[in-house]
């Protein structure tokens, strides 16, 4: 099958350098191997976390360049089969998944199903199965079709501050009264403070910039919020859990030194502030600790099962999205973007930080 092949690559620990791979390819798949034309996905903070831990937890080796110093940041999106040598899976199908930032991937499909199916390709073999699994739409209870920017944006987010919530609640809080979330405005902390806030007895404090102040005041999910000039002014003596959205070293120093021993824990999730990351060295109070959501899940499937977990998941999902899309003032509006050079700059909009809390956006090449 002849169809241009486009790639939009960025360069390892820089992900403001981009460029663009595109030529014609006459793609011709293989028995086991079905080809997968990406239709859009989304571009978030997170996505920049996965570039910036790429090679420490290995968000590089799903989908491979083979050119070193460059890689296909991983992203959620659809996917239409274009063409299919596998039993089950048809052209024409639709799926959501992990995908390349290209036009179109090949996977190898194992244990089909209904529901979808799982790419068993040998160089993800070794990686977290979470992110290995494609969701027919045509089956899966989470998809609407009017939501799919929404999905494409907050699911995979969502997940994670789930999982973040459950996480702290299995582990009582560590004995604290209150959690305080760093870049407040990300849509992974707003999911995650949406969590904690329906939780009875613990107070929920967002620090951001004082350009989204406003609007994370405006969420109503935070009991406090500061701007980071304000760490100071947070109470040194409510016992404390810390998550670390930003990743900025220096923050998390002052945070530590100033709450000293009510930190009774500090939880690393991402690097929103990718420009300031780094080794922080000796702080007080306890070291922080990476959180890594694929151990969560594996923890809860074997407590509860996969079923449990997932309605569970999609009940808490049901009702995070009345805020996201209600009519008078959604907490998130869906910007497109349409060919290589409008990706790019919405792309560089987000790594620069300048994206609009309130914007999420959605690529197509």
């Known amino acids: ?102 036009s179109q991937v090949i996977v190898q499909p194992g244990r089909v199903t209904p529901s979808g199916f799982v790419d068993a390709a040998e160089h993800r073999a070794g990686l977290p199965a979470v992110y290995n699994q494609y969701a027919r739409c045509s089956t899966d209870p989470g998809y609407h079709a009017a939501t799919e920017g929404q999905q494409m944006v907050l699911r995979p987010l969502f997940f994670t501050s789930f999982l973040i919530d459950d996480f702290l609640d299995d582990n009582q809080f560590f004995g604290a009264q209150r959690v305080v979330l760093s870049s407040a405005s990300s849509k992974t902390a707003y999911g995650t403070a949406f969590c904690l806030s329906r939780r009875k007895d613990l107070a929920v404090v967002g620090i951001t910039s004082p350009a989204n102040l406003d609007f994370v005041r405006g969420l109503g999910c935070y009991d406090e919020v500061f701007t980071y000039d304000q760490v100071s002014e947070l109470s040194a003596t409510e016992t404390t859990v810390y998550v670390d959205f930003s990743g900025n070293v220096a923050l998390r120093r002052e945070l530590h030194t100033h709450l000293g021993s009510a930190l009774k824990y500090s939880a690393s999730i991402g690097g929103t502030d990718w420009k300031h990351l780094g080794k922080v060295g000796e702080l007080p109070g306890p070291r922080p600790t990476l959180f890594f959501a694929p151990s969560q899940i594996k923890k809860r499937i074997a407590d509860w099962g996969n079923p449990a977990l997932l309605g569970k998941l999609g009940a808490a999902w049901t009702d995070f999205m009345v805020p996201i899309t209600r009519a008078d003032q959604p907490w998130l509006r869906i910007v497109r973007a349409t060919g290589l050079e409008a990706s790019q700059a919405a792309m560089a909009e987000v790594v620069s930080g300048n994206a609009k809390p309130d914007e999420g956006h959605v690529l197509s090449l």
Do not use: C, H
Not at 7 to 20: F, Y
Not at 30 to 55: P, Q, R
Not at 64 to 91: H, N, Q, Y
């Open 1 to 102: 099958m002849t169809r241009p092949l486009v790639q939009l690559q960025s360069r390892k620990g820089n992900p403001a350098e981009t460029r663009t791979i595109s030529q014609p390819a006459s793609i011709e798949i293989e028995l086991g191997e079905v080809l997968l034309s990406i239709d859009s996905f989304a571009f978030t903070a997170n996505n920049v976390t996965y570039a910036m831990f790429g090679d420490a937890m290995n968000y590089w080796q799903f989908f491979p360049t083979g050119e070193p110093g460059w890689g296909m940041i991983p992203v959620w999106g659809f996917a239409t089969v274009m063409a299919s040598r596998v039993d089950g899976l048809a052209v024409g199908e639709r799926f959501y998944g992990y995908l390349p930032m290209a």
